[in-house]
């Protein structure tokens, strides 16, 4: 707000905070994707006819994944804390950015590769869980006259669409970035005149207010989707902090 709005930057001022504050950014987005993955990963555990992979789909799994994934997420990052620098940016003003040579390169493969691999994973789980569903939905079998087929619950069901809808937000918003990282690697060391310039400033700000509204949208899709289930953990949250305070 400060810098859209004021064009007040402290980062710009300060290699600190520059360098804190791409961290910040460059790890949270990694661990948004990250913890969509595990999500689609524990759908597709929770809808399997295996009794063996739904058992996987417990807490204990799941606080084991996040803790060693974040401290991955978090190591992995670190290079924002590094390679980060207080530049000149494409319209002459002082930005806190990358300098261009072989760490944007990096970036720029990095994205790539990210672009493309975590879309394909949340698609590949998410499919995958879709297909459990279908399958358990057709799946009667009777033994001594019980049903011992596995269904989801509407709780279960309502999740998955929650996974789903993430995803699809994930994928659009996050592809305007990895497009406009792969075009600035290729036009790095191009000449350009101050229309192109300005045209690139343009395309670097939507590709950064997308990676934002990705953030945003998703707690309302959230809520949208999922119905009354996320109001009764908010209740049973204030719920317990009476009983304790």
């Known amino acids: 707000m400060l810098e859209t709005g004021y064009n007040i930057q402290p980062s710009s001022s300060s290699l600190i905070q520059c360098r804190f504050r791409l961290y910040a950014l460059s790890?949270?987005?990694?661990?948004?994707?990250?913890?969509?993955?595990?999500?689609?990963?524990?759908?597709?555990?929770?809808t399997s006819p295996n009794v063996h992979l739904r058992n996987r789909s417990n807490n204990c799994f799941a606080y084991k994944s996040i803790i060693i994934g974040t401290l991955f997420w978090m190591i992995f990052s670190s290079h924002a804390l590094i390679f980060r620098e207080i530049v000149p940016s494409?319209?002459?003003?002082?930005t806190c950015n990358f300098k261009p040579g072989i760490y944007m390169i990096f970036l720029a493969y990095y994205s790539l590769v990210?672009?493309?691999?975590?879309?394909?994973?949340?698609?590949?789980?998410?499919?995958?869980?879709?297909?459990?569903?279908?399958?358990?939905?057709?799946?009667?079998?009777?033994?001594?006259?019980?049903?011992n087929s596995y269904v989801p619950s509407s709780k279960d069901r309502k999740l998955i669409?929650?996974?789903?809808?993430?995803?699809?937000?994930?994928?659009?918003?996050?592809?305007?970035?990895?497009?406009?990282?792969?075009?600035?690697?290729i036009t790095q060391y191009h000449i350009k005149n101050d229309l192109q310039k300005q045209m690139d400033n343009f395309f670097?700000?939507?590709?950064?207010?997308?990676?934002?509204?990705?953030?945003?949208?998703?707690?309302?899709?959230?809520?949208?989707?999922?119905?009354?289930?996320?109001?009764?953990?908010?209740?049973?949250?204030?719920l317990w902090r009476r009983i304790f305070h």
Do not use: H, W
């Open 27 to 46: 790890l949270f987005d990694c661990l948004s994707s990250f913890y969509l993955i595990l999500a689609s990963i524990d759908r597709m555990y929770v």
């Open 90 to 94: 494409i319209t002459n003003d002082i």
């Open 114 to 147: 990210k672009g493309i691999s975590v879309p394909f994973l949340m698609i590949l789980f998410g499919l995958l869980a879709i297909k459990n569903i279908r399958r358990l939905c057709r799946i009667n079998v009777v033994t001594d006259g019980r049903n």
């Open 204 to 238: 670097r700000s939507i590709g950064g207010f997308s990676l934002y509204i990705r953030f945003c949208i998703c707690g309302y899709i959230n809520l949208l989707v999922s119905g009354s289930i996320i109001r009764q953990e908010i209740k049973k949250i204030f």
């Open 161 to 185: 669409y929650m996974v789903l809808m993430n995803i699809i937000v994930y994928i659009l918003f996050d592809s305007i970035k990895t497009l406009y990282l792969m075009y600035e690697q």
